[in-house]
């Protein structure tokens, strides 16, 4: 199973009364993140759909970059709200009963936040605490493993920066 984590966009400033789960993209925030989506979309061309499914946090930031990735790369704005990816920290375990619904040659991509995502590729190569990938907003990395079990053997196949990923369009 090819796992891409991808960091969200960035997002506007909290105004008065919104709280940090209602922080819409911010517009600069949305345009990168659909270069980015078409760069991605190249990446992963020779299948359709390119990716099996789009999993994101519940957090709305989180919810439009999956949006928009959904739409760049698979044609469609099909996304799956996962709910342990708007935790502080990612649990391998959490994750599982959402990953074993997909083929073992599966595509799934994950939309999420910092420091979690970058702890969870730490954890997945390392399957130590102590390592983490620290992500920019909009950047992807790609992991592979036979199939999604409590112990996988991840292997880091590409990590990119929102920059190179709106260069890939």
Not at 53 to 66: G, I, M, Y
């Amino acid at each position: 199973m090819e796992l891409y984590l991808i960091r969200h966009a960035g997002a506007v400033d909290a105004d008065a009364g919104m709280t940090d789960a209602e922080r819409p993209l911010s517009d600069e925030g949305y345009e990168k993140m659909r270069k980015g989506a078409k760069g991605l979309r190249n990446l992963l061309s020779g299948s359709f759909p390119p990716l099996d499914v789009v999993l994101t946090s519940p957090l709305r930031r989180a919810v439009e970059s999956a949006k928009i990735i959904a739409g760049e790369v698979n044609d469609n704005d099909e996304i799956v709200e996962c709910s342990p990816l708007a935790e502080e920290e990612v649990k391998w375990e959490d994750l599982l009963p959402f990953l074993i619904r997909y083929p073992k040659t599966g595509r799934v991509a994950i939309v999420g936040h910092e420091p979690s995502l970058g702890k969870l590729a730490g954890w997945l190569l390392t399957r130590t605490g102590e390592l983490a990938i620290p992500m920019k907003k909009g950047s992807a990395m790609c992991l592979e493993f036979e199939e999604p079990v409590p112990d996988p053997k991840a292997e880091l196949h590409w990590f990119l920066t929102p920059k190179q990923m709106r260069q890939l369009r």
